[in-house]
C-alpha cells in the first residue's frame, strides 16, 4: 500500500531530487522563466513559491533559510531586491505553468513555469527614427 508516501521520486535516490529541485528554483529565480516537464515544474512549484515568501519577508533569518536552499548568493540577492518586491501585494500563486509540447525524444509533456509578474525586457525597444543630416 502506498499510504503516506506523497511526492514523486524521478527515479533519483533523495540527495539526487534534492539537487534537482535546488537548480531547477535557482534557474526560475535568475531567469523567471524555464522550460521543463510538467511533473518536474508541478513538484517544484510549492518550493518556488516557499523562496518568493521568504523574499517578501526579508528578515535575517528568511534570508538564511533561503541561502541553505538555494545557495547562490547572487540568485538570493537578487530574490530579496528584486524579484520579492515585485510580489509584495500579492499573497501566493506566484508562478504560472503553462504546457507547451511534447518533448520529441521521450514524448515527454513539457510545461514552462514562470513568474507571473515578469520583468520587462529593456533590449526589445523600439527602432528610433534616424535623423537627416
Not at 537548480?23 to 518556488?48: C, D, Q, Y
Not at 499573497?91 to 509578474?117: F, S
Request: proline share 3%; net charge positive.
Amino acid at each position: 500500500m502506498r499510504h503516506g508516501c506523497a511526492g514523486r521520486q524521478f527515479g533519483r535516490n533523495s540527495g539526487h531530487r534534492k539537487a534537482l529541485f535546488r537548480t531547477l528554483v535557482s534557474s526560475l529565480l535568475r531567469h523567471e522563466r524555464i522550460e521543463t516537464t510538467v511533473a518536474k515544474a508541478k513538484e517544484m512549484r510549492p518550493l518556488a513559491e516557499k523562496m518568493i515568501t521568504l523574499g517578501k519577508r526579508g528578515d535575517l533569518h528568511a534570508r538564511r533559510q533561503a541561502m541553505s536552499f538555494i545557495q547562490d548568493e547572487s540568485v538570493v540577492r537578487g530574490l530579496f531586491d528584486d524579484v520579492a518586491p515585485r510580489f509584495s501585494a500579492r499573497n501566493g500563486g506566484y508562478t504560472r505553468i503553462v504546457r507547451t509540447r511534447t518533448r520529441l525524444g521521450d514524448a515527454a509533456p513539457m510545461a514552462v513555469i514562470e513568474l507571473v509578474e515578469r520583468q520587462k525586457k529593456e533590449s526589445a525597444k523600439a527602432p528610433s527614427e534616424k535623423k537627416k543630416s
